[in-house]
């Protein structure tokens, strides 16, 4: 019923307050634009644009006209990708460290099923050495996990620091162990962090034993302890903290793609390189 080209232009003329920065944003005549607006104001049956010499607003239907416009536009362009985008189908069984999964891995797999979406994903998330066992084990196609620096195993996609992350309250008595809080072995962090602190000689203890990102990041919050984090990956809450505390250099981690076979077919390629062109 509605002209998607018509609708375009009257968005156009709502975002920008005017006909003159609409012609402008669109490469367009003002008398064109115009004319796509009454055009849809006549398919609509009512006024959508209130406007004098100086001024330019939404009326009720305009408001309401924009809702179904930015709807019918969405609707569109999913449309259109579904139908002219990617031929690649089948099932993709793949894992990734949980940290990955709470920054930045989403908007990646958001535009992979976009470009992509007859491929079916059955997405695992645990620690990193979990993640990597199940693939050795032939339940997972291919895996985004972290390794340890001086590890070779996977294709590195990029590398981080570690940082002690705690609060800005978040202290540690010298004369007392410093407290951890970590997740269960076989954690890639908590062993970095043991490492770390044995070889400056400093006595720890595991204040807090947690098996979630979430309970990482509500253990440190609360004041039970500090932990060894990518910084990158970092909860928004938290900041590093090491060298306020006086703690030693936890050193680096990377973080690797994994596939089960040899040659990665074309769903376990086409995500590889989503990944590898993203901006973590």
């Known amino acids: ?68 416009a930015r709807s019918i536009l969405d609707a569109q362009e999913q449309a259109s990708r579904y ?6 189908t ?30 079916d994903l059955q997405l695992t998330v645990g620690l990193s050495r979990t993640v990597h066992a199940q693939l050795r084990a032939g339940d997972l196609d291919l895996a985004f996990v972290m390794r340890r620096a001086g590890e070779t195993h996977g294709d590195l996609v990029w590398r981080d620091r570690l940082v002690w992350g705690g609060t800005a309250e978040s202290e540690w008595d010298p004369a007392l162990p410093v407290p951890l809080v970590a997740y ?15 070889r400056a000689r400093l006595p720890s203890r595991i204040t807090c034993l947690v098996n979630s990102r979430a309970g990482l990041r509500a253990a440190v919050v609360a004041g039970l302890g500090v932990i060894v984090h990518a910084n990158a990956l970092l909860p928004s809450e938290l900041r590093p903290v090491g060298e306020r505390l006086g ?5 680096y981690v990377e973080f690797v793609l994994l596939t089960r076979a040899s040659t990665p077919n074309k769903p376990e390629a086409a995500l590889m390189e989503a990944i590898r062109a993203s901006a973590f």
């Open 1 to 68: 019923m509605f002209d998607p080209v018509l609708l375009k232009t009257f968005l156009a003329v709502e975002q920008e307050g005017g006909f003159t920065a609409a012609a402008r944003r669109l490469g367009l005549r003002q008398s064109t634009v115009s004319g796509h607006i009454a055009r849809l104001e006549r398919a609509a049956g009512r006024e959508l644009l209130s406007r004098d010499t100086h001024t330019v607003e939404l009326t009720a239907d305009g408001t309401a006209m924009v809702g179904f």
């Open 184 to 198: 269960p072995p076989p954690s890639i962090t908590r062993v970095c962090a043991l490492g770390a602190l044995e």
């Open 83 to 88: 139908f002219a985008g990617s031929t690649l």
């Open 247 to 251: 703690l030693p250099d936890p050193g």
């Open 90 to 119: 089948g099932r993709l069984r793949f894992g990734a460290a949980e940290d990955l999964i709470a920054k930045g891995l989403p908007q990646i797999l958001r535009e992979f099923r976009r470009s992509h979406p007859l491929v």
